[in-house]
């Protein structure tokens, strides 16, 4: 039980960064299941470029990446993964960044499952 408006959001802005890093033709995978019967992940990967450890380390802060990359890369306004970052803290989870397995980023948010029924 969650925000499903909140998650939405968050969904469709990992995905819309997803589709900007990755080049024509390569793959984005949107990806939820339950983790331990308390949690639900919820990935979004892709092909793209990937982010390095470094990049990795400050993805969520606000305008870094988009500082570094707007001259080499399609950006946005540099707000959309701190913005997600802190709503999904928010709604009592957490938020991670690593290399996909199709080569780029994973992008996943874990959050707890309420007492209600589960969509599937």
Do not use: W
Request: charged share 25%; net charge positive.
């Amino acid at each position: 039980m969650t925000d499903g408006m909140r998650l939405r959001q968050i969904v469709d802005g990992l995905l819309e960064n997803a589709l900007r890093a990755t080049p024509t033709g390569g793959e984005v995978v949107l990806a939820a299941r339950r983790v331990d019967g308390r949690h639900v992940r919820v990935e979004v990967r892709d092909s793209g470029p990937g982010l390095s450890t470094s990049d990795a380390a400050v993805a969520f802060e606000r305008g870094v990446l988009r500082a570094k990359y707007r001259d080499i890369r399609p950006v946005n306004t540099g707000l959309g993964l701190s913005i997600a970052a802190r709503l999904v803290t928010r709604m009592g989870g957490t938020i991670t960044v690593q290399s996909a397995a199709e080569g780029g980023a994973c992008f996943a948010v874990v959050l707890p499952v309420g007492d209600g029924p589960v969509a599937r």
